[in-house]
Antibody, heavy 117, light 109 residues
Framework: EVQLVQSGAEVKKPGESLKISCHVS????????IGWVRQMPGKGLEWVGT??????DSRYSPSFQGHVSMAFDNATAHLQWSGLRASDTAIYFC????????????WGQGTPVIVSS | EVVLTQSPATLSLSPGERATLSCRAS??????IAWYQHKPGQAPRLLIY???YRATGIPARFSGSGSGTDFTLTIASLEPEDFAAYYC???????????FGQGTKVEIK
């Protein structure tokens, strides 16, 4: 069974660092990109970036480029910040990208991140 | 960069009614439109991919259509569990970008 299990909720202060994770299982993770999607409070879904596990080749949305970074190791994808802002408060989902028809077929349960002083 | 505009923002309907959700692209795109259902506190759920293919386990009351710049998700007869937010999504080749529409909320009238 394909599963993406994300790390738990985080409460941080502005300027702090954070790394959230997404452990994947039930499939050959070398063959699928992993994407990250943000949902700010009361808002819709926004693509953050996508990473290819074999070589960590990454694509970032221009809206997030330079503010977040992605990594993959030990069957786990990571999304990290070196300087959080209050506007990073959101739920972050990881999802498996299915190439070809280009959709996200399996999703993690989401990691709520609250950034507040 | 392509922009996906969904309409209406909110659709107020009763169980048993037909729901028609629109997704319009700012330029002609491939047939790689996907649709997702999202309920609060849950992960988004893939409904439709490749514009018209139902994902595994998705009921036949959900259907997708369209081409070029105009795409539609139709729910033939709303069930109580269908009241949720719905998003269209496309991937463009260059730069490689995955874009979501802003969503349509289907609420109980």
């Amino acid at each position: 069974e394909v599963q993406l299990v994300q790390s738990g909720a985080e409460v941080k202060k502005p300027g702090e660092s954070l790394k959230i994770s997404c452990h994947v299982s039930g499939y050959d993770f070398w063959n699928f990109w992993i994407g990250w999607v943000r949902q700010m409070p009361g808002k819709g879904l926004e693509w953050v970036g996508t990473i290819y596990p074999p070589d960590s080749d990454s694509r970032y949305s221009p809206s997030f480029q330079g503010h977040v970074s992605m990594a993959f190791d030990n069957a786990t994808a990571h999304l990290q910040w070196s300087g959080l802002r209050a506007s990073d408060t959101a739920i972050y989902f990881c999802a498996r990208r299915y190439s070809g028809f280009e959709y996200f077929d399996y999703w993690g349960q989401g990691t709520p991140v609250i950034v507040s002083s | 960069e392509v922009v996906l505009t969904q309409s209406p923002a909110t659709l107020s309907l009763s169980p048993g009614e037909r729901a028609t959700l629109s997704c319009r692209a700012s330029r002609t795109i491939s047939d790689y439109i996907a649709w997702y259902q999202h309920k609060p506190g849950q992960a988004p759920r893939l409904l439709i991919y490749g514009t018209s293919y139902r994902a595994t386990g998705i009921p036949a009351r959900f259907s997708g259509s369209g081409s070029g710049t105009d795409f539609t998700l139709t729910i033939a007869s709303l069930e109580p569990e269908d009241f949720a937010a719905y998003y269209c999504q496309v991937r463009t080749d260059w730069p490689p970008t995955w874009t979501f529409g802003q969503g349509t909320k289907v609420e109980i009238k």
